[in-house]
């Protein structure tokens, strides 16, 4: 059965690395890993990930220089980054991990449980946000397709709301890239399943 979403784990220590795929064994995702820097960069230039799990210690080119990278390209700017560490002054890499673009950051040894439901948050977001732009698109096209000819009854009406819903889904996100807590996030789910529930009720 295929996954729902992809997962990319960043750490230089290949131990570190199976600790996070067993943790997340019992979710949804696929966990990609890799164990530097240039090598998450070179995944994202062609994949699509619904999170970034991203360790701050790592030769060559730390956990907040990787996080800049990444925001700085167009196609990924927009993927949640959490970060996990072990070492240093937590504080202060906290600090730089949320100025570096992360919505997260998680010290280690973290609480598996926690890391799941933090990791479950940002799937169902994903999942969510697919479902709703994959409807878009289909309505578009439909619309497209009775071009000419009478448009399917609602048709423009669906569009519309399904145009609301992305942008609310868009505007949690950014809320999330702005450093809102994390703890904010279930509330910010549970605002998009009532959304869907409207939509597919016909609302």
Not at 125 to 145: F, I, P, V, Y
Request: charged share 25%; net charge negative; hydrophobic share 45%.
């Amino acid at each position: 059965m295929p996954h729902d979403a992809r997962i990319l784990a960043v750490d230089d220590r290949e131990e570190n690395l199976t600790a996070l795929a067993a943790v997340l064994d019992a979710l949804p995702v696929e966990v990609v890993p890799v164990t530097s820097g240039q090598a998450a960069l070179k995944e994202l230039l062609n994949d699509d990930f619904a999170l970034i799990l991203l360790d701050v210690v790592m030769p060559d080119m730390d956990g907040f220089e990787t996080a800049e990278h990444i925001k700085a390209r167009p196609r990924t700017r927009d993927v949640p980054i959490i970060f996990l560490t072990a070492g240093g002054n937590t504080g202060e890499q906290a600090f730089r991990g949320y100025a570096a673009g992360a919505v997260d950051y998680l010290t280690k040894p973290f609480d598996p449980w926690l890391l799941r439901a933090k990791v479950s948050v940002f799937v169902e977001l994903h999942r969510r946000n697919q479902q709703l732009q994959q409807q878009a698109r289909l309505l578009r096209q439909t619309r497209e397709e009775g071009e000419g000819g009478a448009a399917p009854a609602g048709c423009d009406r669906l569009l519309a709301a399904l145009d609301q819903r992305v942008a609310r889904i868009e505007a949690d996100v950014a809320r999330l890239r702005a450093g809102e807590p994390a703890d904010e996030l279930d509330a910010h789910v549970a605002d998009l399943r009532t959304a869907l529930d409207t939509l597919a009720a016909g609302g």
